[in-house]
């Protein structure tokens, strides 16, 4: 167990759907990270918060968007899905804002049908 | 623009051989590196990372090189076991703190 967790593992939806896809971050750490991974991009950088602000963002979609809360629990949502979002949705945390000593979750498994 | 790749998408090794996984980056400015090694079903998980201002350094088993003036990072392993299969990548970060990571190779221990 990393510390990080993420809710939920799998989720399968249809097309044009909203999923909402939780993170907690390991305990004292601040940052959390957003990535996505699909087999031919590979692990892309989404969006970042620290202690509750946005710090940076990737190639976030516009349907895409997330927030951290004052727990420092983190939230992405996906809004009006298609096919090609299926994915693995990872969260990542640490202690600072500096990208050092990343620890990621497991994964929520996105199959969008 | 930035980029980091891997040079082989697979590399096959005999179980207690040493493997080497290497990787080239592009962005000049980056300042730290990461190796990460996913198995199935799970997330990255941290191997050993080092910072620009050092070209070597050593954790139980591996070994990262740094070269910056060609811009390659690699990751030796040292007695490879059948446990130590899985996707590695690696990742760099500069000024901001994003890492961006390469596509990943597949390590493959051979019994």
């Known amino acids: 167990d990393s510390g990080v967790t993420q809710t939920p593992k799998h989720l399968i939806t249809a097309t044009g759907q909203r999923v909402t896809l939780r993170c907690s971050p390991r305990?004292?750490?601040?940052?959390v990270y957003w990535y996505q991974q699909s087999l031919d991009q590979g692990l892309q950088f989404l969006i970042q918060y620290y202690n509750g602000e946005e710090r940076a963002k990737g190639n976030i979609l516009e349907r895409f968007s997330a927030q951290q809360f004052p727990d420092l629990h983190s939230e992405l949502n996906l809004s009006s899905l298609e096919l090609g979002d299926s994915a693995l949705y990872f969260c990542?945390?640490?202690?600072?804002?500096?990208?050092?000593?990343?620890?990621f979750g497991s994964g929520t498994r996105l199959t969008v049908v | 623009g930035e980029s980091v790749g891997l040079h082989l998408p697979t590399l096959s090794v005999q179980e207690g051989d040493n493997s080497i996984i290497n990787c080239a980056y592009s962005?000049?400015?980056?300042?730290?590196f990461i190796w990460y090694k996913q198995e199935s079903g799970k997330g990255p998980q941290f191997i050993i990372d080092?910072?620009?201002?050092?070209d070597k350094r050593q954790g139980q088993r591996v070994t990262v090189l740094l070269n910056k003036t060609v811009k390659h990072l690699s990751l030796q392993i040292a007695a490879t076991q059948p446990g130590d299969s899985a996707v590695y990548f690696c990742a760099e970060s500069g000024a901001n703190s994003k890492l961006t990571f390469g596509k990943g190779i597949t390590l493959s221990v051979r019994p």
């Open positions: 990542a945390s640490s202690v600072g804002g500096q990208g050092n000593g990343y620890t």
């Open positions: 080092i910072r620009s201002n050092m």
């Open positions: 305990s004292g750490d601040l940052s």
């Open positions: 962005n000049s400015a980056s300042d730290y």
